[in-house]
């Protein structure tokens, strides 16, 4: 039998307060600790993936390259790292941006509610997606992408969608 995954919660202030399973966790709304990544190619285009069929929430929505959750006695890069690898395939250096908290309601009575470390990265490289967590990828600039969520915004994930807010930061980056 799996042990179910454990994630940390977390206070305002991203300080460790406990372990909670993760069902449980998003039933009663809870802040935890959690990641997403965005990797770019030479070209500037971002790296997206459209969610599984079968994920328990956000199935078949496009989002940001990869996110997830860091295990007890993982710190956040090093879950960021590993979880790229086994979500997407590859591995890149990948540099904090900026992090945030939000809360949303989800289908089935869930609720997100995270503390949000958000990485960037670059890679030329096609992904080699885990179809267990991954539906389909695609490259896109991010001019393109922001008319698509202006179009179709229910097609894209509450957190990607907040995390894309912060154009600024992320145009600083792809500037430098």
Excluded at 26 to 55: T, V
Excluded at 62 to 80: I, K, L, Q, V, Y
Excluded at 95 to 110: A, D, P, T
Aim: aromatic share 10%; net charge negative.
């Amino acid at each position: 039998m799996v042990s179910p995954e454990m994630l940390i919660l977390v206070n305002e202030h991203d300080q460790e307060t406990g372990l909670m399973e993760k069902m449980q966790v998003h039933q009663q709304g809870l802040l935890h600790r959690a990641f997403s990544i965005l990797i770019f190619n030479e070209k500037n285009q971002l790296l997206l993936q459209q969610r599984a069929s079968h994920k328990y929430h956000s199935a078949l929505l496009w989002t940001n390259t990869c996110c997830g959750h860091p295990r007890a006695n993982e710190s956040t890069p090093e879950a960021a790292n590993r979880r790229l690898k086994e979500e997407m395939g590859f591995s890149v250096p990948l540099k904090k941006l900026f992090s945030f908290k939000y809360e949303s309601v989800l289908e089935n009575n869930l609720i997100e509610h995270e503390f949000d470390h958000v990485f960037v990265g670059r890679s030329n490289e096609a992904p080699i997606p885990n179809e267990e967590e991954v539906s389909d990828w695609k490259f896109i600039s991010m001019d393109q992408l922001m008319k698509e969520i202006q179009l179709h915004p229910s097609n894209y994930t509450t957190w990607f969608k907040l995390i894309l807010k912060e154009t600024e930061k992320i145009n600083q980056y792809l500037n430098n």
